[in-house]
């Protein structure tokens, strides 16, 4: 099969529900005719298959952060030239930066963590300042932000002052596992309380 559009997504590739869910994103990519790059955090699997769909690499870093791991980013995309980057977690900010230099059409960030209630009480602080603005430059580079709930939509929105039209709430879905149900009785569910009397 020739394939004529290549997308790059970044995730940990462990047993998590999270990996699963985009180990199923990449193979339904296949199934529709699309070459798949896999990118996973360095250090930890060491996982490298280049020759498969879908093909899989490993950071330099074992959090892609560094010099090191743009370059290697830069590298990848001159080879493949994907039309689309998905990137998650702690390769956002590289992923997301490279990629808006090299021009990679389509540029996917997802949120997944609400900012601490305790740091933004505190916003005088340097490296807090530092990091809200590098977080508001890189949702700006990015084509849409895919919070995983509305609760982060409403905070991209107010906090990182991302535009409507670039937030699309995605859902992670987990894969459903029928062992649990088939385990179930066919008992109601019962609430018990207890109600302590002070002595």
Same mark, same amino acid.
Request: glycine share 2%; hydrophobic share 45%.
């Given at each position: 099969?020739?394939?004529?559009?290549?997308?790059f997504i970044n995730f940990t590739l462990n047993t998590s529900a999270v990996a699963d869910y985009y180990r199923a994103l990449a193979n339904e990519f296949v199934h529709r005719g699309y070459k798949v790059v896999i990118i996973t955090d360095g $250090? &930890?699997?060491?996982? #490298?298959?280049?020759?498969? @769909?879908?093909?899989?690499?490993?950071?330099?870093?074992?959090?892609?952060?560094?010099?090191?791991?743009?370059?290697?980013?830069?590298?990848?995309? $001159? &080879?493949?030239?994907? #039309?689309?980057?998905?990137? @998650?977690?702690?390769?956002?900010?590289?992923?997301?930066?490279?990629?808006?230099?090299?021009?990679?059409?389509?540029?996917?960030?997802?949120?997944?963590?609400?900012l601490d209630p305790e740091v933004v009480k505190k916003p005088n602080q340097a490296a807090i300042i530092f990091q809200f603005f590098r977080k508001r430059i890189i949702f700006r580079l990015t084509t849409m932000v895919l919070p995983v709930a509305a609760a982060l939509k409403q905070e991209l929105s107010e906090v990182y002052r991302v535009p409507d039209e670039r937030i699309r709430v995605f859902h992670n879905a987990i894969g459903a596992q029928p062992e649990l149900v088939d385990n179930e009785t066919s008992y109601p569910p019962h609430l018990i309380s207890r109600r302590i009397i002070p002595g």
């Open positions: 099969m020739s394939f004529t559009k290549t997308i $250090k &930890r699997t060491h996982k #490298v298959s280049e020759n498969t @769909n879908p093909a899989i690499f490993t950071w330099p870093s074992k959090r892609p952060t560094r010099l090191a791991d743009a370059r290697f980013l830069v590298k990848l995309i $001159k &080879r493949f030239r994907p #039309v689309l980057i998905f990137s @998650n977690f702690g390769a956002d900010n590289i992923s997301i930066f490279v990629s808006w230099l090299m021009k990679v059409p389509l540029r996917f960030v997802t949120y997944h963590t609400m």
